[in-house]
């Protein structure tokens, strides 16, 4: 398998094709973005820990029969994976109330959310991701009834099985950003999962460890990412 050209560049990732026309190279790189990619910084080790973060919890996932579009974890920044056809749609489940919902809503920081809620946006920079609902998504015909019920209940599997992670390792998953893709016709989960896609706080203190660290101007983005990787046991 080899990389050839590059199919996209992100905001924070690239991705490149391979000969192989079913895989891709998923390159994580060190900038963050914040504000629709108007804030964009770059932190030493940040594609090395979320590229080793999302290996392995991509690798959790699918033991516990999720299936996501992880092959092989390739280099230090580098990860093999499906060529999926993308469904423009963020998948979010909110276990306690943080970020756009406490702005929408004028709630308190971390109040519990039972059960927790669902929310969908459209992947829409020029709109800059705008919340829609199951019947914009029939409207449209931006994924169809049946794949994005599929998704809602992987993404609530999903959580389940974090949850279980990350309350080990004495954290709590405030919320967290899932996409999907088709391949050969099947709902797998796609991109990635890191502390640039959800929100993890200590359990004791409720220190943010997640990218809210950047979004807020707080210190330790670093430290804090690698400090998750570590309690999750990313590097052993
Ligand atoms: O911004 P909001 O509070 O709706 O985000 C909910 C969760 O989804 C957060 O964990 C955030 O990091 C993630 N998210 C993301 N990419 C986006 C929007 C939200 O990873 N474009």
């Known amino acids: 398998m080899k990389k050839t050209s590059e199919m996209y560049r992100g905001k924070t990732k690239t991705v490149y094709f391979t000969d192989n026309p079913n895989l891709l190279i998923l390159e994580f790189r060190n900038e963050i973005s914040a504000l629709d990619g108007k ?15 999302n290996y392995l919890i991509m690798k959790k ?26 469904i423009p749609i963020e998948c979010i489940i909110r276990n306690r109330a943080a970020g756009s919902l406490i702005n929408r809503l004028g709630i308190i920081e971390g109040v519990l959310l039972n059960p927790p809620i669902f929310d ?56 967290f950003k899932l996409e999907f893709g088709l391949f050969n016709g099947q709902v797998i989960l796609g991109d990635e999962f890191s502390p640039d896609s959800s929100r993890l706080w200590d359990k004791k203190t409720k220190y943010k460890l997640d990218k809210d660290r950047f979004r807020y101007g707080l210190n330790n983005l670093i430290k804090s990412y690698e400090e998750v990787a570590n309690r999750i046991g990313v590097f052993i």
């Open 120 to 175: 969908i946006f459209l992947k829409n920079d020029l709109q800059h991701d705008p919340m829609i609902n199951e019947s914009y998504c029939e409207t449209f015909g931006w994924v169809s009834k049946e794949n994005l019920s599929n998704m809602k209940q992987l993404t609530y599997k999903a959580n389940k099985i974090l949850n279980n992670i990350f309350d080990n390792a004495g954290l709590i998953l405030v919320d």
């Open 39 to 53: 804030h964009i910084e770059t932190f030493e080790r940040k594609g090395l820990i979320n590229n080793n973060f």
């Open 61 to 86: 996932l699918m033991k516990s029969g999720i299936p996501t579009h992880m092959e092989q974890l390739l280099s230090d920044n580098q990860s093999l994976v499906k060529k999926l056809t993308m």
